[in-house]
């Protein structure tokens, strides 16, 4: 600015004209105008009250100086103040209002320069900011506070213990940070604008201030910091045992990935930290993280995927907040839900911002109600997009025959099992008070070890077959089996009729089921067509239920080479505890679905009080019969 026009200005003040006048005179803002006053000390050198504006002229007898007579205002607030105070002159009005001591700061800062008031203001922020680093720090996940309350709102609750737990803690602090950070940086840019406008009135102490305080920003703010480019997951933070899985889902070679594993077996770490890295390698999909129940999520998956993120050192990115449960990545405004089963509309209600839901981990899936109720979800959930990633882990629960532990013996394409213990994970993962507790259980209680720590559903009384595996039979496998038998089981409805090929492999003990053929409602022509067009020949022998020797006659009428079993006293029983002494008996689920489910499913009855009762049921064991007339000659000789 033109030294000349301010030595005017100030000409200009002392003639009497206004701030706002001057400023529009010269084209610079008020403020300057104020700073010049303060600066150069303007005076008006006693033209007090000198306008360009007649004034009106008050006919009215002037008052004097001072309360009137009957005025108590002055009453108990120590007369009209310090000696040469000038207060109730300046602020008219308010004078009556405000106490001393704000009149006393009004006072102070009355000829301040409005760039030196923003500045004190900044250092109160910045100051602020600062000191609430160690008053909020919150040490660990164990750093709780643990409080006793017996009175709230004026409400008398008795003894009471408020619990606030340390990622509480940290997500109000990280809340009230930001929203102060952002508070900073907004005075910073108002003092940096302020200052340029009136840079050549600025001094030089004003023009270092807002330098130096950037500079110190820049290392405490991290919206600031140069951003850090993601490379994945590193190879240190995964357990071995799930290193081919981290490649099997970077190339999505399956869609659904499933984890069956003991306690500290890690498998939930490694989720966490896939969902996480798929949120930064798919920008236009969001995930949801569900528990049948929702009360339990914020303890358990919510607190998991926070690990994640400060795990892969990305805890400036994302944005956590418990009321919606969600986590947010700032830069693309992806989302994490967390859900609970047991509220199916909120799960339905989902609307994503853009993109699709294509991640789901559902963790404990043994606790979800059923197979159903998990294909109802993947499908209200899984929605818009051509590529999905779905996860579900559990710990196997003791009894064989609970679903999920049926679920993961049925194999699928698109489906990876991966089973994994802690003794899968190092040693220096778990801890020392770990790995003693469980060798404790391991000698007071090895069922209970079994279970928890290597996660075998060992519980006593369940299926009765334990030495079932359910997979795909190749077709060069069956192109070399050499004993091959064949076994029907008569049915009409709705008792199924069923046939079944099998091969036994009498050196390993192992038997393959590798082909069936059931129906309801279907005559003995009906079903011998079938086997014929299956390429059942004259010359393979099918050992039928004696129970229908009609039936059996019709096929040899229809030039099929059928014989009855031969039963006799106890051979039912015999014949189940044969099957059940095999190493193995091998389903291939595709081929024979319904032999594969009833193998499975099949279990001891059970009296009220829970304890199992002996012999085996009768019921929904169609294939099984068809399996033990199949097999009729080779345990009637003891397995020889």
């Known amino acids: 600015m033109n030294e000349d026009v301010r030595q005017q200005a100030e000409v200009d003040y002392e003639s009497g004209m206004k701030y706002k006048e001057i400023a529009e005179k010269y084209g610079v803002t008020i403020n300057t105008v104020k700073s010049w006053k303060t ?33 108590r205002n002055a009453v108990g607030h120590g007369g ?27 006072s102070a800062i009355s000829e301040a320069d409005p760039l030196d008031l923003l500045w ?21 996940q164990n750093d709780k506070t643990i409080e006793k309350v017996e009175e709230k709102r004026g409400k008398i609750l008795g003894e009471r213990w408020e619990v606030q737990q340390a ?20 005075l910073i840019k108002q003092y940096d604008e302020m200052l340029h406008k009136n840079w050549e009135l600025a001094s030089e102490e004003q023009r270092t201030r807002i330098e130096l305080l950037k500079a110190q920003k820049e290392k405490t703010d991290p919206e600031e910091q140069e951003e850090k480019e993601y490379t994945g997951i590193p190879a240190s933070m995964i357990a071995p045992v799930f290193a081919p899985v981290l490649f099997d889902i970077r190339d999505h070679r399956h869609t659904e990935y499933v984890f069956p594993g003991g306690r500290g077996s890690t498998k939930s770490s490694f989720i966490s930290l896939n969902i996480i ?87 404990e899936l043994d606790q979800f109600t059923g197979p159903e109720s998990v294909r109802k979800i993947e499908q209200s959930v899984i929605r818009g997009g051509d590529v999905a990633y779905i996860f579900k882990s559990f710990n196997p629960p003791k009894t064989v025959s609970n679903w999920a532990n049926k679920y993961i013996k049925i194999p699928k394409e698109s489906r990876l099992v991966t089973y994994s213990t802690y003794k899968d994970v190092p040693e220096k993962w778990l801890g020392k008070p770990f790995l003693e507790e469980a060798e404790f259980l391991k000698e007071v209680n090895p069922d209970a070890y079994e279970n ?17 595996t359910i997979r795909q039979i190749t077709d060069e496998e069956i192109s070399q089996f050499d004993h091959v038998l064949n076994g029907v089981d008569w049915g009409w409805y709705p008792d199924l009729y069923a046939f079944v090929r099998v091969h036994y492999d009498v050196a390993h003990l192992t038997l393959y089921i590798w082909q069936e053929y059931t129906c309801n409602k279907k005559s003995n022509r009906q079903t011998a067509d079938q086997l014929m067009q299956m390429g059942i020949t004259s010359s393979d022998l099918i050992t039928c239920d004696s129970a229908e020797e009609k039936s059996v006659g019709d096929y040899k009428s229809y030039g099929l080479f059928a014989r009855s079993a031969d ?11 044969w099957l059940q002494s095999l190493k193995e008996i091998v389903i291939d689920n595709v081929r024979c679905p319904v032999a594969a489910e009833e193998f499975i499913d099949y279990e001891y009855e059970r009296d009220k009080d829970g304890n199992v009762n002996s012999g085996y049921p009768d019921g929904d064991d169609h294939c099984i019969d068809a399996v033990r007339y199949a097999t009729n000659r080779i345990w009637k000789r003891r397995g020889e």
């Open 167 to 186: 990622w509480d803690k940290q997500n109000e602090f990280l809340k009230a940070q930001a929203r102060a950070q952002s508070e900073l940086r907004s």
């Open 277 to 363: 890295d798929l949120i930064m390698t798919k920008p236009e999909m969001h995930a949801v993280v569900m528990r049948q129940v929702a009360d339990t999520m914020r303890g358990s998956v919510y607190q998991q995927i926070l690990w994640a993120i400060d795990a892969l050192g990305l805890t400036d990115e994302f944005h956590a907040t418990v009321s919606p449960m969600e986590i947010t990545r700032k830069s693309t405004g992806q989302k994490i839900y967390f859900r609970g089963a047991d509220d199916p509309g909120k799960v339905k209600s989902i609307k994503v911002p853009f993109g699709y839901i294509g991640i789901l981990w559902l963790e």
């Open 567 to 577: 039963k006799g006293p106890g051979s039912r029983e015999y014949s189940y505890k």
């Open 120 to 140: 004190h203001q900044i250092q109160i922020a910045y100051a602020a900011i600062i000191r609430a680093q160690k008053i909020a720090y919150v040490e660990d």
């Open 452 to 468: 928890e720590y290597l996660g075998v559903a060992n519980g006593s009384g369940g299926s009765v077959f334990d030495n079932v």
């Open 80 to 106: 009209t103040g310090p000696p040469g105070n000038k207060n109730a002159e300046k602020y008219g009005f308010f004078s009556k209002y405000l106490p001393e001591e704000t009149r006393e700061i009004f």
């Open 39 to 71: 600066r150069y000390q303007w005076s008006r050198g006693g033209k007090k009250g000198v306008h360009t504006k007649k004034k009106k002229v008050c006919t009215q007898k002037q008052r004097e100086k001072g309360g009137q007579p009957g005025n």
